[in-house]
């Protein structure tokens, strides 16, 4: 049977704050994560990934693991920047997305190390003069076009998985688009759906409670509980609390926005806690367009909607106000109610720059019981994933990146 793999190249590298702590297959894009959506177009199995040494131990429920050794001849590898849409795509030696190479279908071994630095491309491993197939999708060049794709993306998703028609209930009456809810949702009384922007998408087990407004184009996840106020053109993850208003944003999963707080063309990362009253600005005083820090140095996204980028295990206190266009680092603790700087480095802890560092043995200590909350346990390759995320944590800091301010480098 042939498999999937997932290569990050040099770009999928440093897409922060999330490159850290997952490969970029395990990033939600629209509806479903990137590897999902190439496992529903090609109809094929997900055997690994190739990315940045500090993700070997990545372990996670359900996901794909680093690969090692030799991918073989007749294997499918697809740049895990390339958001596939949701329709099936026949088999080719070569997928095309925009006239880009997407996938490849392996004509040789290949061994992890040539792809070890990032820097090969897929078309030099493509076959010659090999049948090529062009699908759709859309390519993600910088973080914040998880963001800019997200409303078109709901969209075409909702329609595409709605079409399979696979344990869907088509639960208002009328014209396309619809809310759509699948066997096992909860839909309260009094939850109102407004579907003049695209579909809804209720999964299995999700609970959306009474007096909640639901503003498709939306995807809520697996097992996730919604409770009041306004959710609008949002994809939400499996296993997530959500409460107060959140609008044009992902929440990757097992997340908690659970109390009052605007949230606006954001995205949360895994086992991400945001404290009550958590606000959010995505639109600037000047309406002007949005700059954001990357490792690259501060680049303006050209978008004037942009909220803040929340790595995996990031926390905030009660009350925490973000200013527009921030970036909080995986496994950092901000608290105190003060405005945090644009950029915080991970596993910073404190209440205002500088921060000190959260020690790694008091951070594992925190993660392992957040996973119980949710019955999963920290197993101990994740814990050695996290320990390499930790000793890494963006070494060049954040010099040279304009109102921002690095750690004291002490532990908490």
């Known amino acids: 049977m042939t498999d999937l793999y997932f290569y990050d190249d040099a770009t999928a590298r440093a897409l922060e704050p999330f490159a850290l702590t997952r490969p970029s297959c395990e990033l939600r894009a629209g509806a479903l994560l990137v590897r999902e959506r190439w496992e529903h177009a090609l109809r094929l199995h997900t055997a690994g ?5 500090h993700l070997n131990d990545f372990d996670e429920n359900g996901a794909a693991h680093s690969a090692s ?3 073989k001849a007749g294997t499918v590898l697809v740049n895990a920047r390339c958001a596939v849409a949701l329709a099936p795509l026949t088999a080719a030696d070569t997928w095309t997305v925009d006239d880009r190479v997407a996938a490849v279908t392996l004509p040789r071994d290949v061994d992890v190390a040539e792809l070890a ?3 090969a491309s897929l078309e030099s491993l493509a076959r010659d003069q090999g049948a090529t197939v062009a699908g759709a999708g859309r390519w993600i060049e910088n973080v914040w076009d998880f963001i800019a794709h997200l409303q078109a993306m709901l969209v075409e998703d909702v329609t595409a998985i709605a079409a399979k028609g696979q344990g869907l209930v088509a639960s208002v009456a009328g014209r396309p688009p619809l809310v759509y809810t699948e066997e096992g949702a909860t839909v309260e ?3 109102f759906f407004d579907t003049s922007a695209g579909p809804v998408l209720v999964r299995r087990g999700a609970t959306l409670q009474a007096f909640t407004r639901v503003v498709g184009p939306c995807v809520i996840g697996v097992d996730s509980t919604v409770g009041g106020d306004r959710i609008s053109g949002c994809s939400i993850g499996d296993s997530c609390r959500v409460h107060g208003e959140l609008s044009a944003s992902i929440i990757l999963g097992h997340s908690n926005k659970s109390h009052d707080g605007f949230v606006g063309h954001s995205y949360l990362g895994r086992w991400v806690n945001l404290g009550a009253g958590t606000t959010t600005s995505n639109l600037k005083n000047t ?9 690259g140095g501060e680049q303006n996204t050209g978008l004037r909607f942009l909220g803040t980028f929340f790595g995996d295990h990031a926390k905030t206190g009660i009350g925490t106000q973000l200013t527009t266009g921030t970036v909080i680092g995986a496994g950092a603790n901000v608290f105190g109610g003060a405005t945090p700087p644009r950029a915080v480095e991970p596993f910073a802890w404190g209440d205002g720059p500088p921060y ?3 020690r790694l043995d008091k951070f594992l200590e925190v993660a392992g019981r957040v996973l119980e909350r949710r ?8 814990a050695r994933q996290l320990a390499a995320a930790h000793k890494l944590r963006w070494p060049k800091g954040l010099k040279g990146t304009k109102g921002t301010k690095g750690t004291k480098g002490k532990s908490r």
Do not use: N
């Not at 309406?287 to 490792?295: A, D, E, I, M, R």
């Not at 019955?375 to 390759?381: E, G, H, R, T």
């Open 117 to 119: 630095s990032g820097e």
């Open 356 to 358: 000190t560092t959260f």
């Open 287 to 295: 309406y002007g367009t949005v700059s954001l820090w990357t490792p």
């Open 189 to 191: 009384p009094h939850v």
């Open 375 to 382: 019955q999963v346990s920290l197993s101990d390759a994740e």
């Open 69 to 71: 050794g030799r991918i």
């Open 49 to 53: 990934f190739v990315s940045a040494p």
